[in-house]
């Protein structure tokens, strides 16, 4: 499901369409995390708790810049794809 929010997130969408993504991201990245550490995989911990913190909806993160954040939701689905056989 994180994977298909954030593709959808390429496309001009308002604004709240935009805290989804961030609550459905740093929620799936806690558990993505939470899994991890139960199967040792510390790098990947450290890396989507990285993410959860990035995209945490509470204090968010601004970049400004579409394109930025466009390269940084391919690279977030990239590691979710790679990763969803592994919890």
Known sequence: MPII???IAIFPM????????????CLSSIFFA?????NKEIIFVWMFGFLAILYN??????LYEKEIWIIINTATA??????RNSI
């Open 5 to 7: 929010i954030i593709g």
């Open 14 to 25: 308002p604004y709240g369409y935009y805290n989804l993504l961030r609550i459905v991201i």
């Open 34 to 38: 939470f899994r991890l550490f139960e």
């Open 57 to 62: 909806p509470i204090i968010p993160v601004y």
């Open 78 to 83: 990239i590691l979710f794809f790679c990763k």
